[in-house]
């Protein structure tokens, strides 16, 4: 297409009402995004997208989860408008809708809005408006090897107890064997090993911050957590568990080095994939343990979505990217592509609800209802400020959840004692939150 | 006797040398074995010898077009390295042919320049080029790589122009030379290895920096850096694909560094001979 | 020769790299220095107000700082001597009559050409994997535990990454020099029976002190600003081990997007790598004149 047909399309567009101009005018989206594999299957199916939409070119920014995020944050709060699409989680989404950096998303009839699973679509909203939609979305779960528990003569119950995992984790474990019973995260990082750290506490009953904002690392309750989360990794842990996160434990997992992995649910369609997967046919799953009790299974809830900044200059043709992102339709495309098992999962319910799906996917009914039961608007048994299951939804908590995640994997790597790392915890996160003006 | 010794003496030299040089350069060769095995193979063990598939580079390729930001790093790099030479050679030339009791000091402000960290001066940074529109284009990247190496630019050349001895021009002189003939015939013919080596070890440090060139780019002027950060923690371990993504955005500067080795090495001194 | 017209040419020729570079330095400075003195987190924008001395009080208070100072000079400590040492070693070895000089050559400097960030990455996955990198494939060759090095070892680990890109330019710097030694007094020293160790201490090195102080230079400006090697590989953790003054700031800048605690901190970098050189110009400066 000439320049000038550009630029009188571009004047035509301006002239058009918006609505219009979604449909007609020619705009680029630069849409930044993680380089999971689900987004670089939707990277992969981007001409479905611009031949159904003509106007529109799409650019892809991929990076990296960490840059990404530093990438996205600079941006949006510099008002940079460089992104037109963002990929962003559960954790900035109402911190961004807050600050007015967001687009309040409205779709029309055929895009569904009440199929979205209610957890997620709560978490997604800020005063009833949703501000992203999502694209997958996860729990937690337990993922172990029916082989061998079987073969240690253990069961695993469908809703365990931390009782329940760590004598499972005992029998399954054979170190000549290179089997270890169960494989946690332990790199450090808010979105690591803080990630499955937080939601253990908060099935042990624990909590951050009181109703003060006083980190709570003193209680009992985080006290017994972490002596629990050391015992496991020690006794029963692969060795160099402190470099491990989602990415390794998937690994040894995978290669049936793992007798149980307790992670995202997302997981769940990598493990039992034969491609990649030599145990594919001998997962079994349960839900994330609580321990005796208590009825807490660690609200674990995320989901990578879509949201447009309020600097982007294409917004319309950012939602009909949106809408057709996270449509129906685009599930049944992949679906089409490369069968039910790679649709992106916790998002909706009528892909649980689909008989194709459950019966290609063995994961689903655990998934859908780890989703369910997260209550991530209150994770703890005990009273709260604030809100998210294996985060805190605060600015400060990447800084802070990033540096309590070190102490732990200090302590998980023999450097200093599980009452040490506490201890620096509680003083490192009061410092970070007086300064941040939370504890007056 | 004495041939023998020196015989076996080199047999010894030269088994040390090459175990050296082969541990040193193992991380680079094993990545590139790597790169051209299954992501199976990839983290199976150590193996040396791969099933030389090249499915990682088209998944690579499919995934991430490489050629736009193989075409910005060129871009960023030569024309960082151009403007660089262009602004340091006078100034160096002068600081070499005419110095002033505080050459030396301006020598030293100038590499102190560099010792503001980067990540502190982001925000100012990213702010500028966000309001004089400079984001995400060449043009602004190029200005700023210019400005981040041309310190070490102005040095190299100093220190390579102070070597170049001054009697030859009193000769050149004497023999009746114009200004034009000195610049022309004399210094430039003297010059020019160490302007080459300088303008390679510049365009080796543009290519490889990877903090303003990820910070300050989206897509069009995002180049290899760029490019290595959508491989560099997929979710999984996809080794083969992330080594063959590393393949892509070292092998062309490698390959560079390897072609134009003796150029690089003859102007690299830093006055370091004197 | 320095005539009053060559002069003001020389000033001419010198103008555009000092002003250029004088704006490059006084304004980010100015600015950093502004923020420095200002309440301004990126994600609360709403909220500035002026915080007088209270960023640089909270920077130095922080329970990493003064081990980062630490790690920080170990980290350059460290990558200076093993680039040093092991470059005159590698040089001298490169410099003797073997087979395949070039291709030993070319082999040695490769490193060098890699992008920081692609060999953090090719060492924390190919190499010091605890699992599947190739040091724990040969420690259990040997029949023994593999090391989880970004655990146990997070600095020295760091350290040998840092040394391993470094070593090429150390190594090219004094080959050259050792390259410019004079053969003919090597010969003589060797004919009057001088043993190899007293050659080297008495001829060699003091022949290549100005390249070290070279070397030692222009690699300490860069080392100081070492933070992406941390990041990709130990985050700078367990704990605060492997923490750099850099990487102090990247915490206050990009994870808790606190841009004055950053600004204060990059000032502090500052005036400590400003200590440094002075310290460095006093004890090796002369051998540059």
């Given at each position: 297409?000439?320049?000038?047909?550009?630029?009188?399309?571009?004047?035509t567009a301006l002239c058009a009402t918006a609505g219009l101009a979604?449909?007609?005018?020619?705009?680029?989206?630069?849409?930044?995004?993680?380089?999971?594999?689900?987004?670089?299957?939707?990277?992969?199916?981007?001409?479905?997208?611009?031949?159904?939409?003509?106007?529109?070119?799409?650019?892809?920014?991929?990076?990296?989860?960490?840059?990404?995020?530093?990438?996205?944050?600079?941006?949006?709060?510099?008002?940079?408008?460089?992104?037109?699409?963002?990929?962003?989680?559960?954790?900035?989404?109402?911190?961004?809708?807050?600050?007015?950096?967001?687009?309040?998303?409205?779709?029309?009839?055929?895009?569904?809005?009440?199929?979205?699973?209610?957890?997620?679509?709560?978490?997604?909203?800020?005063?009833?408006?949703?501000?992203?939609?999502?694209?997958?979305?996860?729990?937690?779960?337990?993922?172990?090897?029916?082989?061998?528990?079987?073969?240690?003569?253990v069961t695993i119950p469908e809703e365990p107890t931390w009782t329940?995992?760590?004598?499972?984790?005992?029998?399954?474990?054979?170190?000549?064997?290179?089997?270890?019973?169960?494989?946690?995260?332990?790199?450090?990082?808010?979105?690591?090993?803080?990630?499955?750290?937080?939601?253990?506490?908060?099935?042990?009953?624990?909590?951050?911050?009181?109703?003060?904002?006083?980190?709570?690392?003193?209680?009992?309750?985080?006290?017994?957590?972490?002596?629990?989360?050391?015992?496991?990794?020690?006794?029963?842990?692969?060795?160099?568990?402190?470099?491990?996160?989602?990415?390794?434990?998937?690994?040894?997992?995978?290669?049936?080095?793992?007798?149980?992995?307790?992670?995202?649910?997302?997981?769940?369609?990598?493990?039992?994939?034969?491609?990649?997967?030599?145990?594919?046919?001998?997962?079994?799953?349960?839900?994330?343990?609580?321990?005796?009790?208590?009825?807490?299974?660690?609200?674990?809830?995320?989901?990578?979505?879509?949201?447009?900044?309020?600097?982007?200059?294409?917004?319309?043709?950012?939602?009909?990217?949106?809408?057709?992102?996270?449509?129906?339709?685009?599930?049944?495309?992949?679906?089409?592509?490369?069968?039910?098992?790679?649709?992106?999962?916790?998002?909706?319910?009528?892909?649980?609800?689909?008989?194709?799906?459950?019966?290609?996917?063995?994961?689903?009914?655990?998934?859908?209802?780890?989703?369910?039961?997260?209550?991530?608007?209150?994770?703890?048994?005990?009273?709260?400020?604030?809100?998210?299951?294996?985060?805190?939804?605060?600015?400060?908590?990447?800084?802070?959840?990033?540096?309590?995640?070190?102490?732990?994997?200090?302590?998980?790597?023999?450097?200093?004692?599980?009452?040490?790392?506490?201890?620096?915890?509680?003083?490192?996160?009061?410092?970070?939150?007086?300064?941040?003006?939370?504890?007056? | 006797?004495?041939?023998?010794?020196?015989?076996?003496?080199?047999?010894?030299?030269?088994?040390?040398?090459?175990?050296?040089?082969?541990?040193?350069?193992?991380?680079?060769?094993?990545?590139?074995?790597?790169?051209?095995?299954?992501?199976?193979?990839?983290?199976?063990?150590?193996?040396?010898?791969?099933?030389?598939?090249?499915?990682?580079?088209?998944?690579?390729?499919?995934?991430?077009?490489?050629?736009?930001?193989?075409?910005?790093?060129?871009?960023?790099?030569?024309?960082?390295?151009?403007?660089?030479?262009?602004?340091?050679?006078?100034?160096?030339?002068?600081?070499?042919?005419?110095?002033?009791?505080?050459?030396?000091?301006?020598?030293?402000?100038?590499?102190?320049?560099?010792?503001?960290?980067?990540?502190?001066?982001?925000?100012?940074?990213?702010?500028?080029?966000?309001?004089?529109?400079?984001?995400?284009?060449?043009?602004?990247?190029?200005?700023?790589?210019?400005?981040?190496?041309?310190?070490?630019?102005?040095?190299?050349?100093?220190?390579?122009?102070?070597?170049?001895?001054?009697?030859?021009?009193?000769?050149?002189?004497?023999?009746?030379?114009?200004?034009?003939?000195?610049?022309?015939?004399?210094?430039?013919?003297?010059?020019?290895?160490?302007?080459?080596?300088?303008?390679?070890?510049?365009?080796?440090?543009?290519?490889?920096?990877?903090?303003?060139?990820?910070?300050?780019?989206?897509?069009?002027?995002?180049?290899?850096?760029?490019?290595?950060?959508?491989?560099?923690?997929?979710?999984?371990?996809?080794?083969?694909?992330?080594?063959?993504?590393?393949?892509?955005?070292?092998?062309?500067?490698?390959?560079?560094?390897?072609?134009?080795?003796?150029?690089?090495?003859?102007?690299?001194?830093?006055?370091?001979?004197? | 020769?320095?005539?009053?017209?060559?002069?003001?040419?020389?000033?001419?020729?010198?103008?555009?790299?000092?002003?250029?570079?004088?704006?490059?330095?006084?304004?980010?400075?100015?600015?950093?220095?502004?923020?420095?003195?200002?309440?301004y987190n990126l994600l609360n924008p709403g909220m500035t107000s002026?915080?007088?001395?209270?960023?640089?009080?909270?920077?130095?208070?922080?329970?990493?700082?003064?081990?980062?100072?630490?790690?920080?000079?170990?980290?350059?400590?460290?990558?200076?001597?093993?680039?040093?040492?092991?470059?005159?070693?590698?040089?001298?070895?490169?410099?003797?009559?073997?087979?395949?000089?070039?291709?030993?050559?070319?082999?040695?400097?490769?490193?060098?050409?890699?992008?920081?960030?692609?060999?953090?990455?090719?060492?924390?996955?190919?190499?010091?994997?605890?699992?599947?990198?190739?040091?724990?494939?040969?420690?259990?060759?040997?029949?023994?535990?593999?090391?989880?090095?970004?655990?146990?070892?997070?600095?020295?680990?760091?350290?040998?990454?840092?040394?391993?890109?470094?070593?090429?330019?150390?190594?090219?710097?004094?080959?050259?020099?050792?390259?410019?030694?004079?053969?003919?007094?090597?010969?003589?020293?060797?004919?009057?029976?001088?043993?190899?160790?007293?050659?080297?201490?008495?001829?060699?090195?003091?022949?290549?002190?100005?390249?070290?102080?070279?070397?030692?230079?222009?690699?300490?400006?860069?080392?100081?600003?070492?933070?992406?090697?941390?990041?990709?590989?130990?985050?700078?953790?367990?704990?605060?081990?492997?923490?750099?003054?850099?990487?102090?700031?990247?915490?206050?800048?990009?994870?808790?997007?606190?841009?004055?605690?950053?600004?204060?901190?990059?000032?502090?970098?500052?005036?400590?790598?400003?200590?440094?050189?002075?310290?460095?110009?006093?004890?090796?400066?002369?051998?540059?004149?």
């Open positions: 297409m000439t320049t000038t047909l550009r630029a009188l399309m571009g004047a979604a449909a007609q005018d020619n705009v680029t989206l630069t849409v930044a995004t993680v380089n999971n594999g689900d987004m670089i299957r939707m990277q992969g199916l981007t001409s479905e997208f611009t031949a159904a939409n003509p106007g529109i070119t799409v650019e892809w920014v991929t990076l990296e989860e960490n840059i990404l995020r530093e990438r996205v944050t600079t941006d949006i709060a510099t008002q940079g408008g460089q992104y037109d699409v963002l990929t962003i989680g559960t954790y900035e989404v109402p911190i961004w809708a807050k600050q007015g950096w967001l687009v309040p998303l409205e779709f029309d009839e055929d895009y569904a809005v009440d199929d979205l699973i209610p957890a997620v679509r709560e978490a997604l909203s800020v005063d009833g408006k949703l501000y992203a939609a999502p694209f997958y979305a996860e729990s937690a779960m337990v993922m172990y090897r029916t082989d061998l528990a079987e073969a240690a003569g329940d995992i760590m004598a499972a984790a005992k029998a399954m474990t054979d170190k000549s064997k290179e089997q270890y019973g169960i494989c946690l995260r332990g790199k450090p990082g808010w979105g690591e090993n803080m990630g499955f750290i937080t939601a253990m506490a908060n099935s042990y009953g624990a909590r951050w911050f009181d109703t003060d904002w006083k980190p709570q690392f003193d209680s009992a309750e985080w006290k017994e957590t972490t002596t629990d989360y050391l015992a496991m990794m020690n006794e029963y842990g692969p060795p160099g568990a402190s470099s491990n996160g989602f990415n390794e434990n998937l690994s040894l997992f995978q290669q049936g080095k793992c007798g149980m992995w307790i992670d995202a649910t997302v997981a769940a369609s990598f493990v039992t994939d034969p491609k990649t997967s030599t145990v594919a046919d001998n997962v079994g799953f349960a839900k994330f343990p609580t321990k005796e009790g208590l009825d807490n299974r660690g609200n674990w809830l995320w989901a990578w979505s879509l949201a447009i900044p309020a600097s982007s200059d294409a917004q319309d043709a950012a939602k009909t990217f949106i809408a057709w992102a996270t449509s129906k339709g685009y599930t049944e495309l992949v679906a089409s592509k490369e069968g039910w098992r790679a649709a992106p999962p916790g998002t909706r319910t009528s892909l649980y609800e689909n008989a194709d799906y459950q019966k290609e996917a063995p994961f689903a009914a655990m998934t859908i209802s780890a989703i369910n039961a997260a209550t991530p608007q209150k994770a703890s048994v005990q009273d709260i400020p604030y809100t998210g299951g294996q985060f805190v939804a605060i600015p400060e908590f990447q800084g802070i959840g990033t540096a309590v995640g070190q102490q732990f994997s200090a302590a998980l790597a023999g450097q200093m004692s599980a009452e040490d790392a506490l201890a620096t915890a509680q003083a490192n996160t009061t410092r970070e939150m007086t300064r941040a003006g939370y504890i007056k | 006797m004495a041939r023998a010794t020196s015989r076996n003496a080199k047999i010894g030299w030269t088994a040390a040398a090459w175990f050296v040089a082969l541990l040193i350069f193992f991380p680079i060769l094993y990545t590139i074995i790597t790169s051209l095995k299954t992501e199976q193979e990839a983290i199976a063990g150590f193996d040396l010898i791969p099933s030389l598939t090249l499915e990682s580079y088209q998944t690579v390729q499919s995934q991430n077009n490489y050629w736009r930001p193989f075409t910005n790093s060129v871009i960023l790099a030569v024309g960082s390295t151009i403007l660089a030479l262009i602004v340091a050679i006078p100034a160096a030339w002068a600081m070499a042919f005419s110095p002033t009791r505080r050459t030396k000091d301006i020598l030293m402000w100038m590499l102190s320049t560099k010792m503001m960290p980067a990540v502190a001066v982001l925000v100012p940074i990213y702010l500028i080029f966000l309001r004089t529109g400079l984001m995400d284009t060449r043009i602004g990247l190029t200005v700023l790589l210019m400005l981040i190496n041309l310190p070490i630019v102005v040095w190299m050349l100093y220190t390579y122009f102070r070597e170049i001895p001054g009697e030859i021009l009193e000769a050149a002189r004497m023999d009746g030379a114009t200004l034009r003939d000195e610049i022309l015939y004399v210094l430039t013919p003297m010059a020019i290895p160490g302007i080459a080596s300088t303008l390679l070890l510049n365009i080796i440090l543009a290519w490889n920096e990877a903090f303003w060139t990820i910070q300050l780019t989206t897509t069009n002027a995002a180049p290899l850096s760029a490019f290595i950060a959508s491989f560099s923690s997929p979710q999984g371990l996809f080794w083969a694909k992330l080594s063959a993504a590393s393949t892509m955005a070292i092998a062309p500067i490698l390959i560079l560094g390897w072609f134009s080795q003796k150029q690089l090495v003859r102007g690299l001194t830093f006055g370091a001979v004197k | 020769m320095a005539t009053r017209q060559t002069q003001g040419l020389a000033r001419l020729m010198r103008a555009p790299a000092i002003i250029l570079l004088f704006i490059w330095m006084i304004v980010p400075l100015c600015m950093t220095l502004y923020y420095s003195f200002l309440n002026w915080a007088g001395w209270f960023n640089y009080q909270y920077f130095y208070t922080d329970p990493a700082f003064l081990e980062s100072i630490k790690n920080t000079l170990i980290l350059v400590l460290g990558v200076l001597f093993i680039t040093v040492v092991g470059g005159i070693g590698i040089a001298i070895l490169i410099d003797k009559p073997i087979w395949g000089q070039g291709i030993v050559r070319i082999l040695v400097i490769s490193p060098f050409f890699v992008m920081p960030p692609v060999a953090a990455l090719i060492w924390k996955n190919m190499i010091m994997h605890p699992s599947y990198g190739v040091l724990a494939d040969v420690a259990q060759f040997f029949g023994a535990q593999p090391v989880d090095w970004f655990a146990q070892y997070p600095l020295t680990s760091i350290i040998l990454i840092v040394a391993w890109q470094w070593l090429p330019f150390a190594t090219l710097i004094l080959l050259t020099a050792l390259q410019s030694l004079d053969t003919e007094q090597m010969e003589a020293a060797e004919m009057d029976g001088a043993p190899a160790h007293s050659r080297f201490l008495y001829l060699v090195l003091p022949h290549m002190a100005r390249a070290i102080t070279v070397v030692i230079l222009i690699q300490t400006i860069f080392l100081l600003g070492i933070y992406a090697e941390i990041l990709v590989t130990t985050n700078g953790g367990p704990g605060f081990a492997s923490t750099n003054l850099t990487f102090l700031i990247y915490r206050a800048a990009r994870l808790n997007f606190d841009i004055g605690g950053a600004a204060a901190g990059g000032i502090i970098a500052v005036i400590l790598a400003n200590v440094i050189a002075v310290f460095l110009m006093r004890a090796v400066g002369k051998n540059l004149d």
